[in-house]
């Protein structure tokens, strides 16, 4: 390959190999010994930490590390507080409201993911016009001043208000760090996303654990204060050592489509967050409320359509890997949601384990996740496709859901163990490729919108599989036992318990079977993964 010098064209060019790529867009390194021995090579472009001619020195890979190092925290710290408060709802409701706290909870568990959501397209188009560091930082900030807020809370109602303002920022920490890490990541180099997935997986598996510690031993409001010192020092070492390359992208920001699209994530989460338990499916309430949230569909898509600059471009859809990582992305989300939630209510309806220690069976699923998760990003560095992952990934959490589903009230708790073993390994191949895969796809002024469209849809699968997964309970619980509500499972005696018992399991593995089902559609539908060609070279000083 001849390199051609700045100045008059020379004879030859530069080759674009076809590759899972780098999501930077850096294009193929010029060959030195194919160049004209007097041609003067240009300088190449910055990287995301490293200056041109010092890429290579120990203290930029230092720094890189410890931006790494802030990143993988900051995921920590969102994933955590996404699932920390469900352990601590109990003494929560005693101190601040002991009469009506009750009734309140459906809405401080789901304040923090409604706002999470809600604002997760208009985090990913400030990350393209304003650049990831300055988003990052503020989200961060958001999240601090709401995690103090909260830990100073004199009633329910100021808890989940500023439960909804540490929501905020929250979404934010796990959907702009992703971005942050793409930024971070070496020429030729992966995995940057791999390892934040399995981060924040393990991190899920293992929240509502430490909340039940700090709040048994410290008092609930440690749930939120403990976030202070380690958020501050994020702050100022991402404030100091985060540095990020940064090319504007063209145009503004879509103010009306981010709002369409948070009354859209807002209407179908509460949809799926009331629908069957606060009020029946077919109740005018839930009626509405769905026709409200399809209504605001058909807007939202219409104004990203015809918007200039629309805040979740419909030609991403045009990109086979992004269509395909989006909808491989929702699959998962349910399937996270069919085997979390209910293997969590199986342990404690049908064998009677307590909350507390019922989280501790979660500890095995996330050491399977985060043992594969670093052998997969090994392995990624070694040349392996994200397509083997994903679809070996969604082919064993398949037969772990499948082997879950075949449990009764008597299975052994020890086969419990060994198969969300199973489930962690295999969703340890799919969290986190699937951002690589994106972002590798994306256009490269597109990154931060394409990344947070991953955390979007992963959370909007998450919310359908809770409904999917709730009515096919329902109807399988109350087909063998009409009339007795899900809840009074646990008060029953006798004859009756143990019949209501195995009503309820068969509902529960029909659940585990559906959701072993939407894995090997994820499964077929990651085979259809290509190779992508890598994003187009950023230009040069020059302008090439």
Not at 155 to 167: D, T, V
Not at 415 to 430: H, K, M, S
Request: proline share 7%; glycine share 16%.
């Amino acid at each position: 390959m001849v390199v051609r010098p700045p100045g008059p064209p020379g004879p030859g060019g530069t080759r674009t190999s076809v590759t899972w790529g780098d999501s930077m867009g850096i294009g193929p390194s010029p060959t030195p010994s194919a160049a004209p021995a007097a041609a003067p090579v240009r300088p190449r472009p910055r990287t995301a930490i490293a200056a041109a001619g010092s890429a290579g020195s120990s203290a930029d890979a230092g720094r890189r590390g410890l931006a790494k190092l802030i990143c993988l925290v900051t995921i920590i710290l969102a994933v955590l507080d996404m699932n920390i408060v469900s352990a601590a709802t109990v003494p929560i409701v005693r101190d601040l409201d002991p009469v009506h706290g009750v009734d309140r909870l459906p809405w401080l568990v789901s304040a923090f993911a409604l706002a999470a959501t809600a604002l997760l397209p208009l985090y990913g188009r400030l990350c393209d016009l304003y650049g990831a560091k300055r988003v990052f930082l503020a989200a961060l900030a958001t999240f601090l001043v709401g995690s103090a807020l909260c830990g100073a809370a004199g009633s329910m109602e100021q808890l989940i208000a500023f439960r909804a303002l540490q929501g905020a920022g929250g979404g934010g920490l796990m959907s702009v760090t992703m971005v942050v890490m793409a930024q971070l990541r070496e020429p030729g180099g992966g995995g940057g996303g791999s390892i934040g997935g399995i981060v924040g997986g393990a991190g899920m598996a293992v929240g509502p654990l430490i909340g039940a510690l700090l709040a048994d031993h410290l008092g609930w409001r440690w749930i939120f204060y403990v976030n202070l010192p380690v958020g501050l020092l994020v702050l100022a070492g991402a404030a100091l050592f985060l540095e990020l390359p940064h090319r504007p992208a063209r145009g503004g920001l879509d103010l009306l489509g981010a709002a369409l699209a948070a009354a859209f994530a807002t209407g179908l989460l509460l949809v799926t967050e009331w629908g069957g338990k606060e009020y029946a499916w077919t109740s005018p309430p839930i009626l509405a409320l769905a026709a409200g949230t399809l209504a605001v569909l058909g807007l939202f898509l219409h104004r990203q359509a015809t918007a200039a600059e629309p805040v979740l471009p419909l030609s991403l859809f045009r990109i086979p890997a992004l269509r395909i990582g989006f909808a491989v992305q929702g699959l998962v989300g349910m399937g996270l949601t069919g085997s979390v939630v209910y293997v969590m209510l199986y342990l404690q309806v049908a064998r009677g384990v307590a909350a507390t220690s019922a989280s501790l069976f979660l500890i095995p699923m996330a050491t399977g996740m985060t043992v594969v998760g670093l052998l997969v990003n090994r392995l990624s560095r070694r040349g392996w496709s994200p397509r083997t992952f994903l679809s070996a990934g969604a082919g064993c959490s398949a037969l772990a859901l499948l082997l879950l589903g075949l449990s009764g009230p008597d299975t052994g708790l020890w086969i419990v163990r060994a198969e969300l073993v199973l489930l962690g390994v295999g969703f340890g191949q799919l969290i986190g490729q699937l951002v690589g895969v994106v972002q590798r796809a994306a256009p490269t002024h597109r990154l931060g919108v394409a990344t947070t469209g991953v955390r979007f849809f992963q959370t909007l699968g998450g919310a359908l599989g809770a409904a999917l997964f709730g009515t096919v309970l329902a109807r399988v619980f109350g087909g063998s036992e009409p009339g007795v509500p899900l809840g009074a499972v646990a008060t029953l005696g006798g004859a009756a318990r143990e019949h209501a018992v195995r009503a309820f399991v068969q509902g529960a593995d029909a659940v585990f079977l559906s959701a072993g089902g939407l894995m090997v559609l994820a499964m077929l539908l990651a085979l259809r993964l290509r190779p992508v060609r890598a994003a187009k070279p950023v230009p040069g000083p020059s302008g090439a």
